[in-house]
């Protein structure tokens, strides 16, 4: 069954780093956008950081900016590096993927989405 599949979550206290992962390279090879989604407790789903994986071009959303970089290797896994975490980065982190060309920064736009790895942040 192909899928993505999300790794590297866990608990970390403020202002620690994390990095996660999502393997799923039969999708990711036909994918036109790959990105991080969360959802924290009692919030809607929220865009992380996207890519638009043919040309490397990174989307962030208002709270990533200048603490997350999404990344693909040469493998075609998907991470997300985290800095400086926060209280509120506290969340369901899902990995998708869009295989079809249009906006990146829609949701509900993306055809595959991984199961999710839970990041809890602790003062």
């Known amino acids: 069954q192909v899928q993505l599949v999300e790794s590297g979550g866990g608990d970390v206290p403020a202002g620690g780093s994390l990095r996660l992962s999502c393997s799923g390279s039969?999708?990711?090879?036909?994918?036109?956008?790959m990105g991080w989604f969360r959802q924290g407790p009692g919030k809607e789903r929220e865009m992380v950081a996207v890519l638009v994986t043919g040309v490397r071009a990174p989307y962030y959303g208002a709270s990533a900016k200048g603490r997350f970089t999404i990344s693909q290797d040469t493998n075609n896994t998907l991470h997300l590096d985290f800095n400086n975490l926060k209280l509120e980065d506290t969340a369901m982190y899902r990995c998708?993927?869009?295989?079809?060309?249009?906006?990146?920064?829609?949701?509900?736009?993306?055809?595959?989405w991984g199961q999710g790895t839970q990041v809890s942040v602790s003062s």
């Open positions: 998708a993927a869009r295989t079809t060309v249009g906006s990146c920064l829609e949701g509900d736009a993306y055809n595959y």
């Open positions: 039969e999708i990711a090879v036909r994918a036109y956008c």
